[in-house]
C-alpha cells in the first residue's frame, strides 16, 4: 500500500495502524465513493450495512457480491446515473455519469491472510488507476517515485493490493484480449483523455498517457510532484516458471 502524504520512513507504520484500525475501530458507513482520476467525477452511491475505517476504501460486510449487485441495481433504478455490470473475480464494474462526463468504477472482494473480522467479506472500492512504483531520479529528487494514474483492468490483477513495480512480474487472469477489450471501453468512456492504445504481439502500449509524477521527498526531504506525459507505456503479457500468467509493465517519459 503506497500512501501518498507519508514519507518513504512511514509506510510499514502506516501498513500496521491501517491493519489495527480495520480489526478494531471499523465504523458504519452507507456509502461506497470514490474520485475517479481520469475524469474528476466524484462517485457516491448509497449501500448500507458496510463497516470500514478512514480513509474508507476497504469495506467490510457480510453481504456476498451477489447481494450487493442486487442492491446496487435497485439503487440505480432510483437513481438513473449508473449501471452495474459483475466481473470476473467477485468484482463489479460500475459506469457512473455526472454533468455529461463519465467514470468507471470497480467493487472488488478481497482477502488478506491472518486479519480476523466479524464480517465475512471484505471488498474494495475505487477507480481504474493505479500507483506505478518506480526508480526514477532527477536532480531535484531522489529515491523511489510513484507513477499516479496509469489505467489497468483491477479485476484482472490476482492481488491489487500487492504493490505494482515497473519491470516486476504481476500475477493476473485473463489474456492481452481480456485488456484490449478493457481499453476499448475505456476510451468508450473517456472520450476526451489522450490515450492511444496498440497491440504488438504479446505487448499492448499505451502512448501519450498523461500522468503525476509522486516523489517520495526530494533532496530537502519535501514531497514533490511534477505532471508528466508518458510516451509509451508497454504491458507485456508471458507466464511464470509455474506457467501462470503475468504482465510486467515498463514505460517511456518524454
Known amino acids: 500500500m503506497w500512501v501518498r502524504e507519508m514519507k518513504r520512513i512511514i509506510p510499514i507504520f502506516f501498513i500496521f495502524f491501517v491493519f489495527i484500525s480495520a480489526c478494531g475501530r471499523l465504523v458504519k458507513t452507507n456509502k461506497i465513493s470514490s474520485t475517479d482520476f481520469f475524469s474528476g467525477v466524484s462517485c457516491d452511491i448509497p449501500l448500507e450495512n458496510l463497516y470500514s475505517a478512514p480513509p474508507y476504501v476497504y469495506l467490510?460486510?457480510?453481504?456476498?457480491?451477489?447481494?450487493?449487485?442486487?442492491?446496487?441495481?435497485?439503487?440505480?433504478?432510483?437513481?438513473?446515473?449508473?449501471?452495474?455490470?459483475?466481473?470476473?473475480?467477485?468484482?463489479?464494474?460500475?459506469?457512473?455519469s455526472e454533468n455529461e462526463k463519465g467514470a468507471l468504477f470497480i467493487l472488488k472482494e478481497f482477502h488478506m491472510l491472518y486479519q480476523e473480522s466479524e464480517y465475512k467479506y471484505r471488498y474494495w472500492f475505487s477507480d481504474f488507476s493505479i500507483h506505478l512504483r518506480t526508480s526514477d531520479e532527477t536532480k531535484e529528487s531522489c529515491g523511489i517515485a510513484v507513477m499516479d494514474g496509469i489505467p489497468l483492468p483491477l479485476h484482472l490483477l490476482v492481488n491489487k493490493n500487492e504493490e505494482i513495480s515497473e519491470n516486476k512480474e504481476v500475477p493476473m487472469t485473463g489474456n492481452i484480449d481480456d485488456f484490449e477489450k478493457f481499453y476499448q471501453r475505456f476510451q468508450q468512456v473517456y472520450p476526451n483523455y489522450p490515450i492511444e492504445i496498440e497491440r504488438l504481439e504479446d505487448k499492448l502500449a499505451l502512448k501519450k498517457v498523461p500522468i503525476r509524477y509522486n516523489y517520495s521527498f526530494d533532496k530537502d526531504g519535501i514531497r514533490h510532484y511534477e505532471s508528466k506525459q508518458v510516451n509509451q507505456i508497454i504491458i507485456t503479457f508471458s507466464e511464470n516458471s509455474n506457467h501462470e500468467p503475468i504482465l510486467v509493465i515498463s514505460c517511456k517519459v518524454d
Not at 63 to 90: A, G, H, P, R
Request: hydrophobic share 35%; no cysteine; net charge negative.
Open 60 to 96: 467490510h460486510t457480510n453481504e456476498s457480491i451477489e447481494e450487493l449487485k442486487l442492491k446496487l441495481d435497485d439503487t440505480s433504478n432510483e437513481m438513473n446515473n449508473f449501471s452495474v455490470v459483475s466481473l470476473t473475480n467477485n468484482s463489479l464494474l460500475i459506469d457512473f
